[in-house]
């Protein structure tokens, strides 16, 4: 098979050079539009539920809101773990289920058992709701919004209806939590003085106020139905009698009737309290720079790429300033995107730094531009290949996928240049022995004389990365991209030496003049080695000893040696 798969390229050398160039050329566009993040994504499917009671203290919460919910949720198919949160006007449910349990399959299930028990709930809370699916690293931008002209009510509900609204369209985006929000609404502040004197009841005034009202807060009342009217029937049409509520103000919702004194003397709600215009209670607040503002927190979806969402919110950002007028928009508090770029920037410059180096070294060791050439075409197309299978298989490149690559690069470098090497030695061999043979023969026997023990040598490479793919939690969701990564490379690297590089060398070394020019460094290093190793023949004694000496030193410097999961990265953000 092997002979088989060699001799093809050769006898289609150039179809082989051409499919190649073109892989090449696709791949580069390819790439450039690849996905790109921090970290893989490490996080089990995870499904959270959240309830606002307002006005229900954290106990209130948990007994009325958190326990039911809980008990409906229990026994789901492959559900792990259930965690909950009461807080003052919260309750939020998350489970966390099996690793490769389908995540909108288990969305399903768990909103059928919320329907069930959610008429079991307080009236006064709000049916409970999922929130959308996120990503492990979920937080991918945190915008600060401050204004000296505006107040924080104000930007609030500009923030709820305008921008967070918009910000949700842009593709990718889970969520847009605001922090520090001030929901603008008319409250009525009773005076429990004023209401015994008075001779009011609480349950008088929730009531008159709800009935006032189309819309509230406060209870149910069949005076605040939507809809009441009606219409005028005239010989030619029907004209609809639409109700418009007198109240807009506070000062309206004052004159309300709450009833009557003992005197019989009528009783407005401004008698027995303060009718405002404020905001609900606040259960967290938000500074920035230094002053009172907003902080908008932009979540995104598990399948959604920092980059892409955040230039998208900042597009989107963009075109609603002009209607934002007097509100400063900070983007820059929290983006991780920021990292992204900065990483990439560096990844290309050491790119270019390694390429020169390698010219530089395979130049010096080989000393035959041929040889250096093939090489140099050959390690680019391994790693071209693996990338555009993890392209096809829509995999984001991250930390861990480029770290499998960097890894694989020593393997990927041996296969190009074993090969190389021991075509140009046998070729100089036949040209000097002039036994005939057909270049393309050489070729082809040279290359089969060293993928045979290259070929076992990769795939025990390869199988001793097998265990990593059925590792599980938090490090199987980390080391599972490397892995791949890395075994797609050499994989990759393996077929470019059986098909591409074979092809290349008889096209560039078929007529070319391989006289012996040894490299100087190889000489000088060769003479070296010969001085060290002799010695070292009549006397083993004293290899056997720093070997025994370095092994020792290992084993007593192991238990010193730290151990994290990641590396440590040159992230200036923090997110607490």
Same mark, same amino acid.
């Given at each position: 098979?092997?002979?088989?798969?060699?001799? %093809?390229?050769?006898?289609?050398? =150039?179809?082989?050079?051409?499919?190649?160039?073109?892989?090449?050329?696709?791949?580069?566009?390819?790439?450039?539009?690849?996905?790109?993040?921090?970290?893989?994504?490490?996080?089990?499917?995870?499904?959270?539920?959240?309830?606002?009671?307002?006005?229900?203290?954290?106990?209130?919460?948990?007994?009325?809101?958190?326990?039911?919910?809980?008990? !409906?949720?229990?026994?789901?198919?492959r559900?792990?773990?259930?965690?909950?949160?009461?807080?003052?006007?919260?309750?939020?449910?998350?489970? #966390?289920?099996?690793?490769? +349990?389908?995540?909108?399959?288990?969305?399903?299930?768990?909103?059928? &058992?919320?329907?069930?028990?959610t008429?079991?709930?307080?009236?006064?809370?709000?049916?409970?709701?999922?929130?959308?699916?996120?990503?492990? %690293?979920?937080?991918?931008?945190?915008?600060?919004?401050t204004?000296?002209?505006? !107040?924080?009510?104000?930007?609030?509900m /500009?923030? =709820?209806?305008?921008?967070?609204?918009?910000?949700?369209?842009?593709?990718?985006?889970?969520?847009?939590?605001?922090?520090?929000?001030?929901?603008?609404?008319?409250?009525?502040?009773?005076?429990?003085?004023?209401?015994?004197?008075?001779?009011?009841?609480?349950?008088?005034?929730?009531?008159?106020?709800? $009935?006032?009202?189309?819309?509230?807060?406060?209870?149910?009342?069949?005076?605040?139905?939507?809809?009441?009217?009606?219409?005028?029937?005239?010989?030619?049409?029907?004209?609809?009698?639409?109700? *418009?509520?007198?109240?807009?103000?506070?000062?309206? @919702?004052a004159?309300?009737?709450?009833?009557?004194?003992g005197?019989?003397?009528?009783?407005?709600?401004?008698?027995?309290?303060?009718?405002?215009?404020?905001?609900?209670?606040?259960?967290?607040?938000?500074?920035?720079?230094?002053?009172?503002?907003?902080?908008?927190?932009?979540?995104?979806?598990?399948?959604?790429? %920092?980059?892409?969402?955040?230039?998208?919110?900042?597009?989107?950002?963009?075109?609603?300033?002009?209607?934002?007028?007097?509100i400063?928009?900070?983007?820059? #508090?929290?983006?991780?995107?920021?990292? *992204?770029?900065?990483?990439?920037?560096?990844?290309?410059?050491?790119?270019?730094?390694?390429?020169?180096?390698?010219?530089?070294?395979i130049?010096?060791?080989l000393f035959?531009?041929r040889?250096?050439?093939?090489?140099?075409? +050959?390690?680019?197309?391994?790693?071209?290949?693996?990338?555009?299978?993890? $392209?096809?298989?829509g995999?984001?490149?991250?930390?861990?996928?480029?770290?499998?690559f960097?890894?694989?690069?020593?393997?990927?470098? $041996?296969?190009?240049?074993?090969?190389?090497?021991?075509?140009?030695? &046998?070729?100089?061999?036949?040209?000097?022995?002039? +036994?005939? *043979?057909?270049?393309?023969?050489?070729?082809?026997?040279?290359?089969?004389?060293?993928?045979?023990?290259?070929?076992?040598?990769?795939?025990?490479?390869?199988?001793?990365?097998?265990?990593?793919?059925?590792?599980?939690?938090? !490090?199987?969701?980390?080391?599972?991209?490397?892995?791949?990564? =890395?075994?797609?490379?050499?994989?990759?690297?393996?077929?470019?030496?059986?098909?591409?590089?074979?092809?290349?060398?008889? /096209?560039? @070394?078929?007529?070319?003049?391989?006289?012996?020019?040894?490299?100087?460094?190889?000489?000088?290093l060769?003479?070296?080695?010969r *001085?060290?190793?002799?010695?070292?023949? &009549?006397?083993?004694?004293?290899? =056997?000893?720093?070997?025994?000496?370095?092994?020792?030193?290992?084993?007593?410097?192991?238990?010193?040696?730290?151990? !994290?999961?990641?590396?440590?990265?040159?992230?200036?953000?923090?997110?607490?």
């Open positions: 098979m092997m002979r088989w798969i060699v001799g %093809t390229s050769l006898k289609l050398r =150039y179809v082989v050079v051409a499919a190649a160039s073109a892989m090449m050329v696709f791949g580069i566009g390819a790439v450039r539009d690849v996905p790109m993040d921090v970290f893989p994504e490490f996080a089990p499917p995870r499904v959270e539920i959240q309830t606002p009671s307002l006005g229900l203290s954290a106990s209130e919460v948990e007994a009325l809101v958190t326990v039911p919910l809980e008990q !409906s949720l229990q026994g789901m198919d559900l792990d773990t259930i965690r909950s949160k009461s807080v003052p006007q919260l309750s939020s449910i998350e489970l #966390i289920f099996e690793p490769g +349990t389908d995540l909108l399959e288990a969305r399903q299930l768990v909103q059928e &058992r919320v329907e069930a028990v008429p079991t709930l307080p009236t006064w809370s709000s049916p409970p709701f999922m929130i959308q699916p996120l990503s492990a %690293t979920s937080r991918v931008m945190k915008i600060g919004l204004s000296d002209t505006r !107040s924080l009510t104000e930007m609030s /500009i923030s =709820y209806w305008t921008i967070r609204e918009r910000l949700l369209r842009v593709p990718g985006v889970a969520n847009v939590a605001i922090w520090g929000e001030r929901l603008q609404m008319m409250q009525v502040q009773v005076e429990p003085k004023k209401l015994k004197a008075q001779q009011v009841s609480l349950d008088d005034v929730m009531a008159a106020t709800a $009935d006032s009202l189309d819309a509230g807060l406060l209870q149910f009342s069949d005076g605040a139905v939507i809809g009441t009217g009606g219409a005028i029937e005239t010989p030619n049409q029907r004209l609809s009698i639409q109700h *418009v509520l007198p109240i807009v103000k506070p000062a309206d @919702l004159q309300v009737s709450v009833g009557t004194s005197s019989g003397k009528p009783l407005q709600l401004d008698d027995v309290a303060k009718v405002v215009e404020d905001h609900q209670p606040l259960i967290g607040d938000a500074v920035i720079n230094d002053g009172p503002g907003l902080m908008l927190i932009v979540e995104k979806l598990p399948w959604g790429n %920092t980059l892409d969402v955040t230039e998208g919110v900042e597009e989107a950002l963009d075109s609603m300033a002009p209607g934002l007028s007097g400063e928009i900070d983007t820059t #508090i929290f983006r991780p995107a920021t990292f *992204v770029e900065t990483s990439m920037d560096n990844l290309k410059t050491a790119m270019i730094l390694g390429f020169l180096l390698v010219v530089l070294i130049g010096a060791f035959e531009w040889m250096a050439l093939i090489s140099l075409v +050959t390690i680019p197309l391994s790693l071209m290949a693996a990338a555009l299978v993890l $392209d096809w298989r995999a984001t490149v991250n930390t861990m996928v480029l770290a499998g960097v890894i694989a690069l020593g393997a990927i470098v $041996d296969d190009a240049i074993i090969d190389v090497e021991n075509i140009l030695r &046998r070729l100089r061999q036949n040209r000097q022995e002039a +036994t005939g *043979v057909s270049t393309a023969r050489v070729i082809l026997d040279a290359s089969l004389e060293v993928r045979g023990p290259i070929i076992y040598a990769t795939l025990i490479i390869v199988a001793a990365a097998l265990p990593v793919f059925f590792l599980e939690g938090l !490090s199987g969701a980390f080391f599972r991209p490397l892995a791949l990564s =890395y075994t797609l490379a050499v994989l990759a690297s393996l077929a470019v030496a059986l098909t591409v590089t074979p092809a290349l060398s008889l /096209i560039l @070394l078929q007529h070319s003049r391989l006289e012996r020019r040894e490299s100087p460094v190889v000489g000088g060769k003479r070296g080695y *001085v060290l190793l002799a010695p070292l023949i &009549r006397r083993p004694a004293g290899a =056997y000893a720093v070997v025994a000496v370095v092994v020792l030193a290992g084993i007593a410097v192991l238990p010193q040696l730290g151990q !994290s999961l990641l590396p440590s990265f040159k992230e200036r953000d923090f997110l607490m």
